[in-house]
């Protein structure tokens, strides 16, 4: 027999190899290990001599009673498994194809995810699926508590097989575990390789919180000459302190990296915050990188990793260009003006606003307490009549120059991912223009928008691959320097 272990290693157990196939001659027996190793690096399973066992499967089979969530409760060992948590969601796609979502999480917290698509191949064996990678076979469901899986792959005179137990929630009862595990033994299956699968730190992310989060924010193009000539990209230092205020740490994301840069960053960090500015959002390296950022978070939302992504000023406009693919925002005549709120009726209960104390939001209603540097603004009409952004984004406030209406704060439907058009870190940590804000309740919108996005971030539990590499990525490798009153800014990172 031929095993295939976890950790990619072909052993060759000569003796029982042989005794199960004394015909072959010695030049057989290396012919027949090419042709295993080629298939072993396809499917990483273990090799088992004869050909497929055929147990029956469930009758009746009801592919829609059969959607939705399905966790691991044990398996044989797979290669194509590395971390614990597994769960599989099926959802059916317009053409009657099932969408398979596997998910895993990994010891450095990440979700590890991949999708699929399932078929029927004979409509009078729909307990018969057919995926990329072989036959699935649902042998016996509820529906409703448990489900048990085969599958099996012919290798020339060897079979592949892999089966699993599946329950709708993290655990399952030992008798019907044990009645599950007969069947299998009935028709002719090892019971003996089945492990139970690692569903204990399931919930470790759930209910809890990453103390330690780390967010990035999105550098971008120098508009102007600065004292050294190599310094080509800036974040203004107030961002860096908006998140520092609420218990984060800051990480540079710098422009004109590569993908592959990128999304180890992705990887590495909590969340990104897009700053305010006067980079181009249709063609500059602040809209590729967060183009990407953006995309690689929609990517991993999907998957059950949580990800938040900020836009403030010029980070909301470049997130509807985003979204909507389109640069869609018009004049108004807001720079350099403070403004109080129009709250949409719904904006309490929103994510963002629904922790703020009710005189804090009666402020903000009724003072000029947001600060407010745009030329550019996506009116309300715009965004209603915009399915791409009228479907992603629910609208929580808007403002108006005396003439627009136009959208000033957003959280997603179904993604952490919130924008203002509105500046919330410069009530507390600038001082250069006379018009923004520094009232009590002022200061304290911007620490209440602090705490909303980092106990976002908390939920997420990227980390760096070594201590190492996440000092040396931090922001505190940088000096911010004083740079008013001649810029915008009290204080400037300049890379």
């Not at 469930?58 to 769960?87: H, S």
């Not at 796609?93 to 004979?122: P, Y």
């Not at 470049?318 to 909507?324: A, N």
């Not at 965004?383 to 808007?398: A, D, G, I, P, Q």
């Amino acid at each position: 027999m031929i095993v295939v272990e976890q950790g990619g290693v072909l052993l060759l157990y000569q003796n029982i190899f042989c005794e199960s196939f004394p015909h072959l001659d010695m030049k057989a027996y290396q012919v027949l290990l090419v042709l295993l190793l080629t298939a072993a690096a396809a499917d990483a399973q273990s090799f088992h001599p004869g050909k497929c066992r055929r147990p029956s499967v469930q009758e009746d089979f009801d592919v829609m009673k059969y959607l939705g969530t399905w966790y691991e409760i044990e398996k044989f060992p797979a290669v194509f498994e590395r971390g614990t948590c597994n769960q599989a969601t099926y959802s059916m796609l317009a053409d009657g194809s099932v969408k398979v979502h596997n998910a895993e999480l990994m010891s450095n917290g990440k979700r590890n995810t991949i999708e699929g698509v399932a078929r029927v191949k004979n409509s009078s064996q729909p307990a018969i699926l057919g995926v990329p990678d072989g036959p699935y076979w649902v042998l016996s469901t509820d529906y409703q508590s448990y489900s048990l899986v085969y599958s099996c792959t012919d290798h020339f005179l060897f079979h592949v097989d892999f089966a699993c137990i599946l329950a709708r929630t993290q655990v399952l009862t030992e008798d019907v575990i044990s009645r599950l595990r007969n069947k299998l033994a009935s028709a002719g299956v090892n019971i003996n390789r089945l492990t139970v699968s690692d569903q204990s730190g399931c919930e470790r992310t759930k209910g809890k919180r990453n103390d330690r989060p780390i967010i990035g924010v999105l550098a971008q193009e120098v508009s102007s000459p600065t004292t050294k000539p190599n310094q080509t990209a800036y974040i203004a230092a107030s961002y860096v302190k908006f998140l520092e205020s609420a218990g984060a740490r800051v990480v540079p994301v710098m422009i004109n990296q590569t993908l592959e840069e990128y999304k180890k960053l992705f990887n590495s960090i909590n969340g990104i915050l897009y700053p305010g500015g006067s980079a181009s959002i249709t063609s500059s390296g602040y809209e590729r990188a967060a183009k990407i950022f953006y995309e690689l978070a929609i990517e991993a939302n999907k998957g059950g990793d949580y990800f938040p992504v900020w836009g403030t000023c010029l980070g909301y406009e470049q997130l509807t260009v985003l979204t909507s693919g389109k640069n869609l925002l018009s004049l108004t005549n807001t720079s350099d003006v403070p403004l109080p709120l129009n709250f949409i009726n719904r904006a309490k209960d929103s994510r963002i606003f629904k922790g703020f104390p009710d005189e804090l939001i009666a402020d903000l209603a009724s003072e000029p307490l947001t600060a407010n540097f745009h030329r550019w603004s996506l009116s309300l009409l715009t965004h209603n009549t915009n399915e791409e952004l009228n479907s992603f984004y629910k609208v929580l406030s808007t403002n108006t120059d005396g003439t627009t209406e136009f959208v000033s704060t957003v959280e997603a439907y179904d993604y952490p991912i919130y924008g203002t058009q509105w500046h919330p870190e410069k009530n507390a940590f600038e001082w250069g223009k006379p018009y923004i804000p520094h009232s009590p309740s002022a200061v304290k919108t911007t620490f209440y928008m602090a705490e909303f996005f980092v106990s976002e971030a908390r939920k997420n539990f990227h980390r760096f691959g070594s201590e190492e590499e996440e000092s040396k990525a931090l922001i505190y490798n940088y000096n911010p320097v004083y740079a008013a009153p001649d810029r915008v800014f009290e204080q400037i990172y300049y890379f």
